[in-house]
């Protein structure tokens, strides 16, 4: 994968980039958020067809272990992580109670 070079990968010997980097440092942050949008739409389709799949063989709507083993990916991230993971799953799965075949 290419990425951008980091204005930080020439910092000066005291590891900061000077103040003339920032707008640099700003458009790194736009692509990794543009790559972050791209890649959550990927996770949310893939988990969708998944659970469409599992639902289709007569599995269950949810399975729990699966989302604890997404919860605890995230969990180096701390109390923010988990709230990213929730996001991540309801996008995958939508909002739990919700009827089947809305």
């Known amino acids: 994968m290419i990425t951008p070079t980091s204005p930080i990968e020439s ?5 900061l980039p000077g103040p003339e980097q920032i ?7 736009d692509w990794l958020d543009a790559e972050i949008v791209r890649l ?5 389709e893939v988990s969708k067809l998944i659970g469409r799949v599992r639902l ?5 709507r949810l399975v729990l272990n699966r989302e604890n083993d997404v919860l605890a990916r995230y969990r180096d991230l701390g109390k923010e992580g988990q ?5 991540m799953l309801s996008l995958g799965r939508g909002p ?6 809305r």
Request: proline share 6%; net charge positive; no cysteine.
């Open 83 to 87: 709230q990213i993971a929730m996001a």
């Open 11 to 15: 910092a000066p010997s005291d590891g």
């Open 96 to 101: 739990l109670g919700r009827e089947r075949d």
């Open 23 to 29: 707008a640099e440092l700003r458009k790194e942050i």
């Open 40 to 44: 959550i739409k990927r996770r949310t």
């Open 56 to 60: 289709a063989n007569g599995g269950p």
